[in-house]
């Protein structure tokens, strides 16, 4: 299937921890995006990349650090996890001159207690 | 400050109708627009599109109208389905390689029988 997968799908931990969310895209798309959906139901951009560079950085908390390690793949790791992290975040994708049409994974839903 | 508004977070329809979804931006700046539809524990999915340039764009069953004199625009769906029940994300942007989305807080659409 071709698609933006996310992995994992849920994720609940305590306060404080250290945790990753993966994501790869296998659309051959150029840009790769972190959306953060709070319990407001605001969908907003955390972080762009473009072939691996970092080009939208939304004010994001440092503890929030994306990494590409090649274009196809943009993971979130997240440093001591506070309560109000707890969100769904998509990543998403789109190609070059694509006129912004961004294509989503389904998200992970991240609570942290 | 939200630059995209959606102020109606519900609406209901009969099916076979035509269901009507607004949106209002403040942001001039603004070049691109985009409809996303979002299902339940799934990431938004590209609905259609509209460039400034543009006062219409139709696909199917969907149109979207740009009134950029008002900052408004609007999502037509005709006749309206029980599938077509979900969350119906305005997005806005400026357009450009990479350029980030910002979205509305949605509007529930319920297609009744």
């Known amino acids: 299937d071709t698609a933006v997968s996310q992995t994992p799908k849920y994720l609940v931990t305590q306060m404080g921890n250290d945790k990753s969310i993966k994501c790869e895209q296998n659309?051959?798309?150029?840009?790769m995006y972190w959306y953060k959906q709070d319990s407001k139901k605001f969908l907003k951009i955390m972080f762009s990349y473009n072939n691996k560079e970092l080009i939208i950085n939304e004010t994001v908390p440092n503890r929030f650090s994306p990494k590409s390690p090649d274009k196809a793949h943009l993971n979130l790791h997240i440093n001591s996890l506070e309560l109000g992290d707890s969100a769904v975040y998509f990543c998403a994708s789109s190609p070059l001159g694509s006129n912004n049409e961004q294509f989503f994974g389904p998200g992970t839903r991240l609570t942290v207690l | 400050d939200q630059q995209v508004k959606q102020n109606s977070p519900s609406l209901s329809v009969q099916e076979g109708r035509i269901s009507i979804l607004n949106c209002d931006y403040t942001n001039s700046m603004f070049d691109y627009f985009l409809w996303y539809k979002k299902y339940p524990a799934e990431g938004p999915t590209f609905l259609i599109s509209i460039s400034s340039i543009k006062d219409k764009n139709e696909d199917g069953r969907f149109t979207v109208f740009l009134n950029k004199s008002a900052k408004h625009l609007s999502l037509h769906i005709v006749p309206s389905q029980p599938g077509d029940s979900a969350v119906y994300f305005c997005?806005?942007?400026?357009?450009?390689?990479?350029?980030?989305?910002?979205f509305g807080t949605g509007t529930r659409l319920q297609v009744t029988l």
């Open positions: 997005a806005a942007s400026p357009g450009g390689t990479a350029s980030k989305l910002t």
């Open positions: 659309l051959g798309h150029d840009t």
